[in-house]
């Protein structure tokens, strides 16, 4: 439920369809093609888990770039679930 949301976000093409996220068992994948993209789909997560009383487990994420550029996710991930939170308990 809470990554149907996600599936109108740009992600990547791969053989024609539109990737966002793959997901096996209890485990996520969120796809991405810029970091900008990556974070509106993370955004997206949280709200719709913070909606539903879930919260991210910032111990068990990760973030892996695959790009000649670097990229910090581990504080645009453990931001994003600060302010989710936030927004949450208003």
């Known amino acids: 439920m ?23 068992v209890d485990d996520t ?3 991405a093609g810029t970091e900008n993209e990556l974070q ?5 997560v949280a709200e719709e888990s913070a909606k539903r009383e879930l919260e991210l487990n ?18 645009e991930i453990k931001k994003s679930i600060a302010i989710t939170k936030t927004l949450s308990t208003r």
Do not use: A, F, P
């Open 29 to 31: 994948v969120l796809i």
């Open 40 to 44: 509106l789909i993370l955004d997206t």
């Open 2 to 24: 809470i990554v149907r949301n996600i599936n109108d976000s740009e992600g990547l093409k791969i053989k024609g369809q539109n990737m966002t996220n793959l997901r096996y």
């Open 58 to 75: 910032i111990k068990k994420t990760e973030c892996m770039l695959v790009s000649k550029g670097v990229l910090s996710c581990d504080t």
